[in-house]
């Protein structure tokens, strides 16, 4: 093992989708760049659906062909059976030539990582940033596995990592959100079928000649709860996004949480035809307790937050890995401005607060159910979604609608566009 270095240009804490982008992006601009992860690569992850505008980023990054050549599935569209009626979606209508996919999230994640690496990054696996200093320069603790504890001080710090979200909770910004009090659960089936973006049911060995969609549908007993079905290479990634309550209820019921979720895949109608032949693998059992969170700021003298560490939102749109995309894209931008004029420090970090902040807010709202859409007049998420192209707003009101949810995009869109 190389030793950890004292100093660098840039500091990245967590290796997912966004870190390990992040690095890449700061590397082609030639920094020293240092990433750290507290576990080790390959690890699963759960966000396996992807939109297919993460294309954009992995063209920048340079890693678009590795991905290709991984061969994962991939992804027609949507399809939904919500609230009795029976809704589909491909993206081929709006105008995307590359599809979206369909991700084993350790196989994916672990891509980019090496990506990253043999762009020069140094990277410190099984090493837990425990706490950060922002300022102009930033200090950085953490231990290493084999090394011990140390500091590490570097000029910028980007957070990346996750639900750990490291410096949120250091500086006590990090907020749950009340709209969505739910547990996210969710476990792994073989041999399951899927839905075909025709509305056909197809069983799994035709996932490469049949692209499949994500399937989604709501729970009986929730407005705001549902489930997703998700095929992949050699297992189907199942999910429920549960109200808080209902879960507290599971755990003290016999057989704890396995038994339930099993259970509600069994009573929800399409998807118990879905699963019918499948078998549950023993041990795949997940849970998210802290659900959806917001952070009422995104960055601190020298530090950035991207990705889940910024913030969390409802993942019924599968946005989440394009958004942590996104920032590291935003990040290495408001870094490299930075550093190569330090007086533009302040007004790069005003940027990157204010686009990061803007997506989050618009992707919240959109996932907001219809039965508690307020009416939203903030300036700022119109302004925003008049920056999206004609095709954009008509995909984004159809996958809004697949859930019932087009009345929030109704209401943050101009009527022209809507």
Not at 83 to 111: C, K, Q, T, W
Not at 398 to 404: A, K, R
Request: proline letters at 5%; glycine letters at 8%.
């Amino acid at each position: 093992m190389s030793e950890v270095p004292k100093r660098c240009d840039v500091l990245i804490a967590g290796s997912g989708p966004g870190g390990s982008m992040a690095a890449t992006f700061l590397r082609q601009k030639g920094y020293d760049v240092v990433l750290m992860e507290r576990r080790r690569h390959p690890r699963p992850n759960v966000g396996e659906s992807l939109i297919p505008h993460f294309w954009t980023y992995t063209d920048a990054a340079g890693v678009t062909d590795r991905l290709v050549a991984e061969r994962f599935i991939a992804k027609a569209g949507a399809f939904a059976d919500w609230e009795g009626e029976r809704r589909h979606m491909a993206f081929r209508n709006y105008g995307f030539s590359r599809p979206a996919l369909h991700v084993e999230r350790d196989v994916f994640d672990h891509i980019l990582f090496n990506h990253a690496v043999g762009n020069g990054a140094q990277a410190f696996e099984d090493c837990t940033v425990q706490d950060v200093e922002p300022g102009e320069t930033v200090v950085t603790r953490y231990v290493h596995a084999e090394a011990g504890a140390g500091t590490i001080a570097s000029r910028f710090m980007i957070d990346a990592t996750g639900q750990q979200a490291l410096l949120g909770r250091h500086l006590d910004v990090r907020q749950a959100d009340d709209d969505f009090r739910f547990v996210a659960i969710w476990g792994y089936f073989e041999g399951s079928s899927y839905m075909a973006a025709d509305g056909t049911m197809q069983p799994p060995e035709n996932a490469r000649t049949i692209a499949p969609t994500t399937f989604v549908t709501g729970l009986p007993y929730s407005g705001a709860g549902w489930c997703w079905h998700i095929q992949l290479r050699e297992s189907t990634s199942v999910g429920l996004i549960v109200p808080t309550e209902r879960i507290r209820q599971a755990r003290s019921q016999p057989g704890g949480l396995e038994a339930f979720f099993l259970q509600q895949c069994a009573e929800l109608p399409q998807l118990s035809i879905l699963l019918q032949r499948a078998r549950f693998i023993p041990g795949s059992l997940n849970v998210i307790n802290n659900y959806s969170y917001t952070s009422a700021r995104m960055t601190a003298p020298g530090c950035f937050m991207i990705g889940d560490a910024s913030g969390f939102i409802d993942p019924i749109f599968s946005i989440g890995v394009t958004l942590a995309m996104y920032g590291a894209f935003t990040a290495a931008w408001a870094i490299d401005r930075s550093l190569r004029n330090a007086e533009r420090a302040e007004s790069s970090r005003a940027i990157f607060e204010q686009q990061i902040q803007t997506r989050m807010a618009v992707s919240r709202a959109l996932c907001r159910p219809a039965f508690r859409a307020p009416a939203y007049t903030e300036g700022r998420l119109k302004a925003a979604m008049r920056l999206y192209s004609t095709a954009e707003h008509g995909l984004i009101r159809d996958v809004t609608g697949l859930s019932g949810r087009s009345i929030n995009f109704e209401r943050m869109s101009d009527p022209a566009a809507a």
